[in-house]
Protein backbone atom coordinates (compact mmCIF):
# COMPACT_ATOMS: atom_id res chain seq x y z
CA UNK A 1 0.00 0.00 0.00
CA UNK A 2 1.17 3.97 -0.47
CA UNK A 3 0.20 6.36 1.36
CA UNK A 4 -0.62 9.52 -0.45
CA UNK A 5 2.94 11.03 -0.13
CA UNK A 6 2.36 14.62 2.45
CA UNK A 7 3.66 17.92 0.99
CA UNK A 8 2.75 21.38 1.82
CA UNK A 9 3.53 25.41 1.60
CA UNK A 10 3.17 24.59 -2.47
CA UNK A 11 4.43 20.75 -2.41
CA UNK A 12 0.79 19.34 -3.33
CA UNK A 13 1.58 19.12 -6.28
CA UNK A 14 4.79 17.45 -6.32
CA UNK A 15 3.51 14.80 -3.62
CA UNK A 16 1.42 14.16 -5.88
CA UNK A 17 3.73 12.95 -8.61
CA UNK A 18 5.67 11.35 -6.35
CA UNK A 19 3.25 9.29 -4.74
CA UNK A 20 2.38 8.42 -8.90
CA UNK A 21 6.07 7.54 -9.52
CA UNK A 22 6.16 4.96 -6.47
CA UNK A 23 3.25 3.41 -7.18
CA UNK A 24 4.76 2.92 -10.93
CA UNK A 25 8.11 1.68 -9.81
CA UNK A 26 6.86 -0.86 -7.15
CA UNK A 27 4.23 -1.57 -10.25
CA UNK A 28 7.25 -2.04 -12.87
CA UNK A 29 8.75 -4.31 -10.19
CA UNK A 30 6.34 -7.30 -11.28
CA UNK A 31 6.74 -8.72 -7.69
CA UNK A 32 4.47 -6.84 -5.43
CA UNK A 33 0.52 -5.56 -5.60
CA UNK A 34 -0.28 -1.85 -4.99
CA UNK A 35 -3.37 -1.79 -2.81
CA UNK A 36 -5.20 1.25 -3.05
CA UNK A 37 -5.17 3.79 0.38
CA UNK A 38 -8.83 4.31 -0.33
CA UNK A 39 -10.77 2.56 2.50
CA UNK A 40 -7.25 0.77 3.80
CA UNK A 41 -6.86 0.14 7.68
CA UNK A 42 -3.48 -0.44 9.52
CA UNK A 43 -2.72 -3.89 10.79
CA UNK A 44 -5.66 -5.97 9.36
CA UNK A 45 -3.52 -7.93 6.76
CA UNK A 46 -4.97 -5.63 3.93
CA UNK A 47 -1.06 -4.95 2.79
CA UNK A 48 2.12 -6.69 4.08
CA UNK A 49 3.99 -3.11 3.87
CA UNK A 50 3.18 0.46 3.21
CA UNK A 51 5.53 2.84 1.88
CA UNK A 52 4.72 6.40 3.15
CA UNK A 53 6.97 9.59 2.40
CA UNK A 54 6.99 13.41 2.46
CA UNK A 55 8.51 16.36 0.34
CA UNK A 56 10.71 18.53 2.61
CA UNK A 57 12.14 20.75 0.38
CA UNK A 58 11.25 22.43 -3.29
CA UNK A 59 12.24 25.43 -4.94
CA UNK A 60 12.64 26.75 -7.85
CA UNK A 61 14.77 29.17 -9.54
CA UNK A 62 14.98 31.03 -12.47
CA UNK A 63 18.27 33.27 -14.43
CA UNK A 64 19.42 33.36 -17.18
CA UNK A 65 23.30 33.71 -18.81
CA UNK A 66 24.81 35.39 -22.34
CA UNK A 67 26.44 32.62 -24.65
CA UNK A 68 28.81 32.92 -27.92
CA UNK A 69 27.18 30.96 -31.02
CA UNK A 70 28.26 31.32 -34.10
CA UNK A 71 25.57 32.04 -37.01
CA UNK A 72 25.55 31.86 -40.50
CA UNK A 73 24.43 35.24 -42.67
CA UNK A 74 22.04 35.14 -45.58
CA UNK A 75 25.15 35.17 -47.53
CA UNK A 76 26.51 32.10 -45.84
CA UNK A 77 29.38 34.34 -44.18
CA UNK A 78 29.73 32.95 -39.96
CA UNK A 79 30.08 35.40 -37.51
CA UNK A 80 29.37 35.21 -33.53
CA UNK A 81 26.57 36.51 -31.99
CA UNK A 82 25.82 36.95 -28.54
CA UNK A 83 22.65 34.61 -27.39
CA UNK A 84 20.19 35.26 -24.09
CA UNK A 85 19.80 31.88 -22.55
CA UNK A 86 16.90 31.57 -20.08
CA UNK A 87 17.50 28.97 -17.00
CA UNK A 88 15.33 27.42 -14.45
CA UNK A 89 16.89 24.94 -11.79
CA UNK A 90 14.56 23.17 -9.40
CA UNK A 91 15.58 21.22 -6.08
CA UNK A 92 13.62 18.57 -4.73
CA UNK A 93 14.29 17.12 -1.39
CA UNK A 94 12.03 13.94 0.07
CA UNK A 95 12.11 10.95 2.59
CA UNK A 96 10.12 7.98 2.59
CA UNK A 97 9.97 4.75 4.08
CA UNK A 98 8.43 0.93 3.57
CA UNK A 99 6.80 -0.11 7.19
CA UNK A 100 5.80 -3.68 7.50
CA UNK A 101 1.96 -3.38 8.57
CA UNK A 102 2.01 -6.24 11.12
CA UNK A 103 4.41 -4.70 13.55
CA UNK A 104 5.52 -1.51 12.75
CA UNK A 105 9.14 -2.30 11.88
CA UNK A 106 10.78 -0.57 8.86
CA UNK A 107 11.20 -2.62 5.41
CA UNK A 108 13.40 0.26 3.76
CA UNK A 109 14.37 3.26 5.10
CA UNK A 110 14.85 6.21 2.83
CA UNK A 111 14.33 8.75 5.70
CA UNK A 112 17.48 10.81 5.60
CA UNK A 113 17.00 13.39 2.76
CA UNK A 114 17.48 12.34 -0.65
CA UNK A 115 18.68 15.59 -2.88
CA UNK A 116 18.43 16.11 -6.38
CA UNK A 117 18.62 18.87 -9.00
CA UNK A 118 17.67 19.52 -12.47
CA UNK A 119 17.90 22.41 -14.55
CA UNK A 120 16.78 23.17 -17.85
CA UNK A 121 17.72 26.06 -20.16
CA UNK A 122 15.83 27.41 -23.31
CA UNK A 123 16.11 30.59 -25.35
CA UNK A 124 12.81 30.63 -25.59
CA UNK A 125 12.20 32.66 -22.26
CA UNK A 126 7.83 32.52 -23.25
CA UNK A 127 8.13 28.40 -23.41
CA UNK A 128 10.23 27.38 -20.01
CA UNK A 129 10.33 24.07 -18.96
CA UNK A 130 7.88 24.00 -16.03
CA UNK A 131 8.65 23.51 -12.11
CA UNK A 132 6.56 20.32 -11.66
CA UNK A 133 7.84 18.64 -14.43
CA UNK A 134 11.72 19.14 -13.89
CA UNK A 135 11.15 17.72 -9.95
CA UNK A 136 9.23 14.82 -12.00
CA UNK A 137 12.55 14.80 -14.04
CA UNK A 138 14.77 15.18 -10.79
CA UNK A 139 12.70 12.14 -8.65
CA UNK A 140 13.27 9.65 -11.18
CA UNK A 141 17.11 10.60 -11.17
CA UNK A 142 17.06 10.34 -7.33
CA UNK A 143 15.28 6.70 -7.59
CA UNK A 144 17.71 5.31 -9.84
CA UNK A 145 17.91 1.38 -8.83
CA UNK A 146 14.92 1.91 -6.87
CA UNK A 147 13.07 -1.34 -7.84
CA UNK A 148 16.44 -3.43 -7.80
CA UNK A 149 16.61 -2.31 -4.18
CA UNK A 150 13.30 -2.69 -3.18
CA UNK A 151 12.90 -6.78 -4.70
CA UNK A 152 15.75 -7.17 -2.75
CA UNK A 153 17.49 -5.17 -0.53
CA UNK A 154 20.24 -6.11 2.21
CA UNK A 155 21.89 -3.58 4.58
CA UNK A 156 25.69 -3.58 5.17
CA UNK A 157 27.37 -1.89 7.88
CA UNK A 158 31.40 -2.26 8.90
CA UNK A 159 31.64 -2.41 12.11
CA UNK A 160 35.84 -2.28 13.40
CA UNK A 161 36.09 -4.30 16.46
CA UNK A 162 38.38 -3.00 18.94
CA UNK A 163 42.01 -4.38 19.78
CA UNK A 164 43.17 -5.51 22.82
CA UNK A 165 45.73 -2.85 24.44
CA UNK A 166 46.53 -4.73 27.99
CA UNK A 167 49.87 -5.71 28.69
CA UNK A 168 48.49 -8.87 30.49
CA UNK A 169 49.82 -11.87 28.32
CA UNK A 170 46.61 -14.32 29.30
CA UNK A 171 44.15 -11.83 28.25
CA UNK A 172 46.22 -10.92 25.05
CA UNK A 173 45.87 -14.92 24.19
CA UNK A 174 42.19 -14.88 25.22
CA UNK A 175 41.52 -11.66 23.06
CA UNK A 176 43.48 -13.55 20.06
CA UNK A 177 41.23 -16.69 20.46
CA UNK A 178 38.42 -14.78 20.59
CA UNK A 179 39.55 -12.86 16.78
CA UNK A 180 40.16 -16.19 15.52
CA UNK A 181 37.06 -16.92 15.95
CA UNK A 182 35.57 -14.01 13.91
CA UNK A 183 37.88 -14.89 10.73
CA UNK A 184 36.28 -18.04 11.03
CA UNK A 185 32.84 -16.52 11.02
CA UNK A 186 31.36 -17.86 14.24
CA UNK A 187 30.29 -14.88 15.46
CA UNK A 188 27.76 -16.15 18.45
CA UNK A 189 31.07 -17.69 19.63
CA UNK A 190 33.17 -14.62 19.42
CA UNK A 191 31.08 -12.98 21.37
CA UNK A 192 30.29 -15.10 24.17
CA UNK A 193 34.40 -15.10 24.83
CA UNK A 194 34.47 -11.26 24.64
CA UNK A 195 31.52 -10.99 26.98
CA UNK A 196 33.62 -13.79 29.02
CA UNK A 197 36.85 -11.73 29.10
CA UNK A 198 34.98 -8.44 29.80
CA UNK A 199 32.95 -9.80 32.76
CA UNK A 200 36.23 -11.82 34.03
CA UNK A 201 39.34 -9.04 34.10
CA UNK A 202 37.01 -6.04 32.94
CA UNK A 203 38.82 -5.34 29.89
CA UNK A 204 36.66 -2.40 27.67
CA UNK A 205 37.85 -3.71 24.26
CA UNK A 206 36.47 -6.79 25.34
CA UNK A 207 33.29 -5.39 26.79
CA UNK A 208 33.28 -3.28 23.71
CA UNK A 209 33.44 -6.06 21.01
CA UNK A 210 30.96 -8.29 23.03
CA UNK A 211 28.16 -5.38 22.53
CA UNK A 212 28.96 -4.96 18.99
CA UNK A 213 28.89 -8.60 18.06
CA UNK A 214 25.87 -9.10 19.79
CA UNK A 215 23.37 -7.40 17.52
CA UNK A 216 23.76 -9.92 14.43
CA UNK A 217 22.17 -13.05 16.27
CA UNK A 218 20.48 -11.21 19.05
CA UNK A 219 19.33 -7.98 18.07
CA UNK A 220 19.56 -4.56 18.78
CA UNK A 221 18.30 -4.41 22.47
CA UNK A 222 21.13 -7.09 23.36
CA UNK A 223 23.56 -4.35 22.11
CA UNK A 224 22.13 -1.74 23.63
CA UNK A 225 21.95 -3.16 26.78
CA UNK A 226 25.49 -4.65 26.77
CA UNK A 227 27.00 -1.49 25.48
CA UNK A 228 24.77 1.22 27.64
CA UNK A 229 26.35 -1.54 30.65
CA UNK A 230 30.12 -0.60 29.53
CA UNK A 231 29.43 3.06 29.56
CA UNK A 232 28.01 3.00 32.60
CA UNK A 233 30.39 0.62 34.61
CA UNK A 234 33.54 2.30 32.58
CA UNK A 235 32.55 5.62 30.96
CA UNK A 236 34.26 4.07 27.75
CA UNK A 237 34.46 6.98 25.58
CA UNK A 238 34.58 4.59 22.19
CA UNK A 239 31.48 2.85 23.66
CA UNK A 240 29.33 6.24 24.30
CA UNK A 241 30.00 7.38 20.97
CA UNK A 242 28.91 3.47 19.44
CA UNK A 243 25.71 3.58 21.87
CA UNK A 244 24.21 6.60 19.63
CA UNK A 245 24.21 3.71 16.05
CA UNK A 246 22.02 1.05 17.57
CA UNK A 247 19.70 3.60 19.16
CA UNK A 248 19.30 5.29 16.36
CA UNK A 249 18.08 2.72 14.50
CA UNK A 250 15.85 1.37 17.38
CA UNK A 251 14.25 5.04 17.16
CA UNK A 252 13.50 4.50 13.81
CA UNK A 253 11.91 0.92 14.45
CA UNK A 254 9.76 2.83 16.61
CA UNK A 255 8.97 6.10 15.38
CA UNK A 256 7.50 3.56 12.42
CA UNK A 257 5.48 1.66 14.96
CA UNK A 258 4.40 4.57 16.42
CA UNK A 259 3.52 6.04 12.80
CA UNK A 260 1.21 3.12 12.75
CA UNK A 261 -0.58 4.06 15.55
CA UNK A 262 -1.47 7.69 15.48
CA UNK A 263 1.59 8.77 18.12
CA UNK A 264 2.07 12.78 17.69
CA UNK A 265 6.01 13.55 16.45
CA UNK A 266 6.45 15.06 20.50
CA UNK A 267 5.83 12.14 21.67
CA UNK A 268 8.03 9.91 19.84
CA UNK A 269 10.90 12.97 20.61
CA UNK A 270 10.24 12.92 23.97
CA UNK A 271 10.58 9.39 23.78
CA UNK A 272 13.82 8.97 21.79
CA UNK A 273 15.27 11.79 23.54
CA UNK A 274 14.66 9.95 27.34
CA UNK A 275 16.32 6.31 26.43
CA UNK A 276 19.12 8.45 24.63
CA UNK A 277 19.60 9.90 27.98
CA UNK A 278 18.96 7.17 30.03
CA UNK A 279 21.68 5.32 27.79
CA UNK A 280 24.46 7.24 27.81
CA UNK A 281 23.90 9.36 31.63
CA UNK A 282 26.60 7.28 34.22
CA UNK A 283 24.42 5.42 37.15
CA UNK A 284 24.47 8.07 39.59
CA UNK A 285 24.53 11.28 37.65
CA UNK A 286 23.16 14.71 38.10
CA UNK A 287 21.90 16.35 35.90
CA UNK A 288 20.52 19.79 35.23
CA UNK A 289 18.05 20.39 31.78
CA UNK A 290 18.16 23.82 30.50
CA UNK A 291 15.67 25.15 28.32
CA UNK A 292 17.99 27.37 25.87
CA UNK A 293 14.93 28.26 22.89
CA UNK A 294 15.03 31.39 21.38
CA UNK A 295 11.14 30.55 20.03
CA UNK A 296 8.58 28.04 21.56
CA UNK A 297 9.96 27.99 25.10
CA UNK A 298 6.84 27.15 26.23
CA UNK A 299 6.97 23.94 24.39
CA UNK A 300 10.07 23.36 25.39
CA UNK A 301 9.38 23.33 29.07
CA UNK A 302 6.47 20.85 28.81
CA UNK A 303 9.15 18.57 26.99
CA UNK A 304 11.65 19.06 29.75
CA UNK A 305 8.88 18.13 32.20
CA UNK A 306 8.13 15.08 30.62
CA UNK A 307 11.97 14.23 29.93
CA UNK A 308 12.69 14.60 33.53
CA UNK A 309 10.10 12.32 34.78
CA UNK A 310 11.41 9.71 32.32
CA UNK A 311 14.61 10.14 33.95
CA UNK A 312 13.80 10.16 37.49
CA UNK A 313 11.19 6.93 36.83
CA UNK A 314 14.68 5.56 35.46
CA UNK A 315 15.82 5.67 39.48
CA UNK A 316 19.51 6.06 38.38
CA UNK A 317 19.83 9.76 37.55
CA UNK A 318 19.33 13.05 39.77
CA UNK A 319 17.50 15.88 38.06
CA UNK A 320 18.14 19.31 39.48
CA UNK A 321 14.69 20.88 40.28
CA UNK A 322 13.79 23.46 37.46
CA UNK A 323 12.84 25.81 40.12
CA UNK A 324 16.20 26.49 41.07
CA UNK A 325 16.77 30.20 40.98
CA UNK A 326 20.29 30.04 39.01
CA UNK A 327 18.71 27.69 36.65
CA UNK A 328 15.79 29.68 35.94
CA UNK A 329 18.79 32.84 35.36
CA UNK A 330 20.67 31.19 33.26
CA UNK A 331 18.09 29.85 31.24
CA UNK A 332 17.11 33.45 30.61
CA UNK A 333 20.34 34.71 30.31
CA UNK A 334 21.17 32.13 27.40
CA UNK A 335 17.61 32.40 25.89
CA UNK A 336 17.79 36.02 25.61
CA UNK A 337 21.46 35.49 24.04
CA UNK A 338 21.37 33.55 21.16
CA UNK A 339 24.05 31.50 20.77
CA UNK A 340 26.20 30.13 23.87
CA UNK A 341 29.46 28.90 23.62
CA UNK A 342 29.79 25.14 25.32
CA UNK A 343 32.60 26.90 27.88
CA UNK A 344 29.68 29.30 29.02
CA UNK A 345 27.30 25.48 29.26
CA UNK A 346 29.86 24.47 31.08
CA UNK A 347 30.47 27.03 33.68
CA UNK A 348 26.76 27.20 34.67
CA UNK A 349 27.05 23.73 35.48
CA UNK A 350 30.05 23.79 37.83
CA UNK A 351 28.09 26.53 39.51
CA UNK A 352 24.74 24.93 39.96
CA UNK A 353 26.81 21.37 41.04
CA UNK A 354 26.30 19.24 38.22
CA UNK A 355 28.12 16.74 36.29
CA UNK A 356 25.96 17.02 32.92
CA UNK A 357 24.17 19.88 30.94
CA UNK A 358 21.54 18.82 29.10
CA UNK A 359 20.29 21.96 26.30
CA UNK A 360 16.97 21.69 24.62
CA UNK A 361 15.48 23.97 21.54
CA UNK A 362 13.31 24.42 19.19
CA UNK A 363 14.67 25.34 15.42
CA UNK A 364 12.60 25.51 11.90
CA UNK A 365 9.37 26.53 11.55
CA UNK A 366 5.77 24.65 10.84
CA UNK A 367 6.57 20.73 9.61
CA UNK A 368 10.00 21.37 9.23
CA UNK A 369 10.36 21.92 13.10
CA UNK A 370 12.80 20.02 15.68
CA UNK A 371 13.73 19.75 18.47
CA UNK A 372 17.44 20.49 18.98
CA UNK A 373 18.95 18.42 22.24
CA UNK A 374 23.28 18.34 23.58
CA UNK A 375 24.10 16.69 26.23
CA UNK A 376 27.68 18.42 27.63
CA UNK A 377 29.89 16.52 30.35
CA UNK A 378 30.77 19.30 32.82
CA UNK A 379 34.17 17.69 33.79
CA UNK A 380 35.22 17.28 30.37
CA UNK A 381 33.61 19.94 28.48
CA UNK A 382 32.82 17.26 25.57
CA UNK A 383 29.65 16.26 23.75
CA UNK A 384 28.43 12.67 24.75
CA UNK A 385 25.06 12.66 23.11
CA UNK A 386 23.24 14.98 21.21
CA UNK A 387 20.17 15.00 19.10
CA UNK A 388 17.75 16.53 16.46
CA UNK A 389 14.53 15.06 16.06
CA UNK A 390 11.35 16.27 14.30
CA UNK A 391 8.67 17.94 16.62
Avoid at 13 to 41: H, P, S
Avoid at 92 to 118: A, H, P
Avoid at 352 to 375: P, Y
Amino acid sequence: MIRPFEGSEGREQVAEALTVIFRDKINGTNTFKVVEYAGYTPNTGMADAVLTGMVTGYTVKDGSHQEQRVQKTSEGESINVRVTVYDREVSLEFTYRIINDRDGTVVRNGERKISQTVSNSNENPDNPQSGLSLAKTAAEKALIGFNRGVVSWTSTERLKLEKETSKDKAIKARAKEADALIKAGNVKAAQEAYAKIYAETGSRPAGYNAAILAQPPDGLDAAISLMSSLVNATGYTKARTELARPEGFRGENAAAAANQTGTSARELAIRRVSNGLINVLPAGSRVSLLNVSTSETDTVDVVIREIADSLIAAGTITVLDRQNLQVIEAEKQYQSSGAVSDDAYVNIGKMLGVETIVTFSITGSASQRKLTVRCLSVETGSVIYSDSTDI
